[in-house]
């Protein structure tokens, strides 16, 4: 065979490998950046949803406390809403939202603690009125964080990068293993005896392995050996005839 030697980044094993590749990852990434998406508006929608109902079901529960100016039970229903620990705060103002009437906010730590009502961060808001069928009587609001939800996106984004990495690996191992079966083994061999030819050697048995485009070109090849003997014998004949 020849002994020029054809660099790795050269071989049709790593070109159509580094094509599938890219075009799985661009396909892959696509769909996964998508589900991130299609997940953050699902996310975004159910916190807001929660912050919803939540001030929702709360100006219906706060009337008859409100109305009977009883705090002690307008802060139990505070601490019995943020039960559920996506809710970061809720702030109950009086009638025409003047005055802070009682208000709850989590920790650090998670903690409930009295809220002076200047919640900050970022945050989901929901507010209703609390209305006693006459007249509005007051105002809560409902702040949802949306930690959860970062933190969720961001484990999502991870959990997709570690399982296209995965794919992208196992696929070129099994890429690898493929084309060195039914490509690059066929190849190197017909190769080989292209080489055996054409030192002269018209003897060896090139048999198709298989009836693809690969196993053409081994009959091709077989052709041709079977030609080059009947046209060395020929010429071998006539050298002979010359010569007496």
């Keep these: 065979m020849s002994n020029s030697k054809i660099r790795w980044h050269n071989t049709i094993r790593m070109k159509v490998i580094t094509v599938v590749i890219i075009s799985c990852t661009l396909v892959?990434?696509?769909?996964?950046?998508y589900n991130t998406i299609s997940e953050q508006k699902q996310l975004t929608s159910d916190l807001q949803k929660l912050a919803r109902?939540?001030?929702?079901?709360l100006s219906r529960h706060l009337i008859g406390p409100m109305w009977d100016l009883d705090k002690d039970l307008v802060d139990?229903?505070?601490e019995a809403e943020m039960l559920e620990d996506k809710v970061e705060a809720i702030v109950v103002w009086d009638e025409g939202g003047r005055k802070i009437f009682s208000a709850r906010e989590r920790a650090a730590n998670g903690r409930l603690i009295e809220s002076r009502g200047d919640v900050t961060g970022d945050l989901f808001k929901s507010v209703h009125s609390v209305n006693n069928g006459?007249?509005?009587i007051g105002e809560v609001a409902v702040f949802?964080?949306?930690n959860q939800l970062n933190q969720q996106?961001?484990?999502s984004t991870l959990v997709n990068l570690i399982s296209l990495a995965a794919l992208i690996i196992v696929m070129a191992i099994v890429m690898t293993i493929?084309?060195?079966?039914?490509i690059i083994g066929p190849i190197m061999r017909l190769a080989k005896h292209a080489d055996n030819i054409s030192h002269g050697d018209l003897k060896q048995n090139i048999i198709p392995e298989s009836k693809d485009e690969i196993g053409q070109l081994a009959e091709a090849f077989h052709r041709m050996q079977t030609s080059?003997?009947?046209?060395?014998k020929r010429i071998y004949s006539k050298s002979k005839e010359l010569t007496k």
């Design 28 to 33: 892959l990434g696509a769909l996964s950046a």
């Design 53 to 57: 109902v939540t001030s929702q079901r």
């Design 76 to 78: 139990s229903a505070l």
């Design 134 to 136: 006459t007249k509005s």
């Design 144 to 146: 949802v964080s949306k």
């Design 153 to 155: 996106l961001a484990t």
């Design 178 to 182: 493929v084309m060195n079966q039914i």
């Design 228 to 232: 080059l003997r009947v046209a060395f």
